[in-house]
């Protein structure tokens, strides 16, 4: 499924209306259809004689309120309609849904005095639910004074509300809100989801996310000039192939981890482990010379090596990085990062190791770090790396504060992708994973309780341990999504106490639940 920007909506509704005959009176009609019936849907059986309160802005999203009370009103609920803007803005469909609902009996209340705003008030409190049609997509920038104080009191009374393409308040494109949103407990979108739906603090506010193509041609809605994918379960079945029967551990890959140092030998062991864990044939860890007979009995399934060090318990210098040219020989893919640390020397021989290598790369944690300063180095690679940042490492790398990255994640991100020539996956509330060419996909899978030291960790363990199994350019893909699985696999025992290695157990799990829905929709 595709994601839309604001404008890609727009060209939609335009072609829809200009190709197809799709008027805006027929979508809008449809969309209050169906508001009615997720309004229903939220209040269980029976709906007669429900409280609805119904709040319109003077936009389509309005209209789609109007039309919405109208419906409402025919399955016996009991309404009360505010109005908030200005009716000189009212599109043709909008005036005409208006003044339906006015010729039904039902009593519009224009929010313009303080009589209107005390019945406002007072029908809240008995309210059962809250239809919230004030903005729409097109909403971007400061909200007026009315407006705010109408969210304020909504969000106050602590009512359902269903939020009709997306909560009042929220920018479609980013999630970002300027000063409050609506906090809706179901959002009902139309067409196809919004960038807005998925990044905090937009995300926060969507409650359960609704989508329904009101009509919409599938052609129009899956045309490939939007570059937003939801990386869904239909999606990642086509990810991973099966397993021929003649596999062997030299073809499911031999894995090369470059990883760990004095005190952070568990990132070494939580990234090789899960590049096993995953189905990697074979996986040997390049660890500082010191720690190496403790990782060598910590990882069993996991051929240690020790690689010399600049400082006790740090990798670094021309003899490592000697040694590591040479284990990197015969390895399929390589990681490296996890727990390495941060010292000059050790950047210096990831710096020149990257640039060495020729096959399929991925560089996480402080594998990242040895490239601030140096992101010319970067894009001048021989492969196409794979980079596993958290936001706070991306902001590091590209020189700037995570406040300025989360402003317009999708836009830095996919900027990012270009200038280094790298595929990226940023680890947020909603991970998002994109490609030099533009591509950006946005997860659906993990949970608040990943948010524990060593998850990306195995992440990144999990993404190199696919790539020689798959196509390695869609490994970060397929790696992201079984590790969001395999967090809530994990969160449905530990719940937030779960820890990276709740989730490192849970990646088989995941694995034979992406399997069973591919040998599933093979048999259909």
């Known amino acids: 499924m595709r994601i839309s920007l604001a404008e890609e909506m727009r060209g939609i509704d335009k072609k829809a209306a200009e190709t197809y005959g799709l008027s805006?009176?027929?979508?809008?009609?449809?969309?209050?259809?169906?508001?009615?019936?997720?309004?229903?849907?939220?209040?269980?059986?029976?709906?007669?004689?429900?409280?609805v309160i119904v709040l319109a802005g003077s936009g389509n999203n309005g209209g789609d309120a109007f039309a919405a009370a109208r419906h409402l009103a025919n399955l016996g609920m009991r309404l009360k309609v505010f109005f908030i803007g200005d009716v000189a803005h009212f599109s043709p469909a909008t005036a005409a849904n208006c003044e339906t609902v006015k010729k039904m009996g039902i009593e519009i209340h224009e929010l313009?005095?303080?009589?209107?705003?005390?019945?406002?008030?007072?029908?809240?409190?008995?309210?059962d639910v809250v239809v919230d049609g004030v903005l729409g997509t097109g909403f971007a920038g400061e909200l007026r004074k009315p407006v705010l104080r109408l969210i304020e009191l909504v969000n106050s009374m602590g009512k359902p509300v269903v939020s009709i393409d997306i909560p009042s308040g929220?920018?479609?494109?980013?999630?970002?809100?300027?000063?409050?949103?609506?906090q809706a407990a179901v959002t009902l979108t139309f067409g196809l989801p919004k960038v807005g739906h998925f990044l905090c603090p937009g995300a926060a506010l969507t409650g359960k996310l609704l989508v329904d193509d009101i009509g919409l041609p599938l052609q129009l809605l899956e045309e490939k000039s939007m570059r937003q994918v939801l990386l869904d379960d239909a999606l990642a079945t086509t990810l991973v192939p099966l397993r021929p029967l003649d596999v062997h551990k030299g073809s499911c890959g031999h894995v090369l981890v470059v990883a760990g140092s004095r005190g952070m030998t568990g990132a070494a062991y939580l990234a090789s482990l899960a590049a096993l864990r995953i189905g990697a044939g074979m996986v040997t860890l390049a660890?500082?010379?010191?720690?190496?007979?403790?990782?060598?009995?910590?990882?069993?399934?996991?051929?240690t090596v020790p690689v010399p060090e600049c400082v006790p318990g740090v990798m670094g210098g021309d003899e490592a990085l000697a040694r590591l040219l040479e284990l990197s020989e015969g390895k399929d893919a390589v990681l490296i990062g996890p727990g390495l640390g941060r010292l000059e020397a050790t950047g210096e021989v990831v710096r020149k190791f990257a640039a060495y290598l020729e096959k399929p790369l991925v560089l996480d944690a402080d594998a990242l770090f040895a490239f601030h300063g140096h992101l010319k180095e970067l894009a001048r690679c021989k492969q196409m790396p794979v980079l596993t940042p958290h936001l706070g490492e991306l902001a590091g790398l590209l020189g700037e504060t995570v406040e300025a990255v989360r402003q317009d994640l999708l836009k830095c991100v996919?900027?990012?992708?270009?200038?280094?020539?790298?595929?990226?996956?940023?680890?947020s509330e909603c991970t998002l994973v994109a490609y030099p060419n533009g591509e950006v996909f946005f997860t659906t899978k993990g949970n608040p309780g990943m948010a524990t030291a060593g998850c990306g960790d195995v992440l990144a363990g999990t993404v190199v341990g696919l790539m020689q199994q798959m196509e390695s350019a869609l490994a970060p893909l397929a790696g992201v999504y079984l590790h969001g699985l395999a967090g809530d696999l994990a969160a449905s025992h530990s719940g937030d106490g779960l820890i990276a290695s709740d989730v490192l157990a849970q990646l088989p799990r995941a694995l034979v639940n992406l399997r069973r829905r591919q040998t599933g929709a093979a048999a259909k």
Not at 32 to 47: D, F, M, N, Q
Not at 112 to 127: E, G, I, M
Not at 416 to 422: F, G, I
Request: charge should be negative; glycine fraction near 4%; avoid cysteine.
């Open 287 to 303: 660890v500082p010379e010191s720690i190496a007979d403790l990782m060598e009995m910590k990882t069993t399934e996991v051929m």
């Open 414 to 427: 996919r900027e990012a992708a270009a200038r280094l020539q790298s595929v990226i996956v940023a680890k």
């Open 24 to 51: 805006t009176a027929v979508l809008m009609e449809n969309a209050g259809h169906r508001t009615a019936e997720a309004v229903a849907e939220l209040l269980g059986t029976p709906v007669m004689g429900k409280s």
């Open 112 to 127: 313009a005095s303080d009589r209107t705003w005390d019945r406002l008030t007072v029908s809240l409190r008995f309210a």
């Open 170 to 182: 929220v920018a479609a494109d980013t999630g970002a809100v300027s000063t409050v949103a609506m």
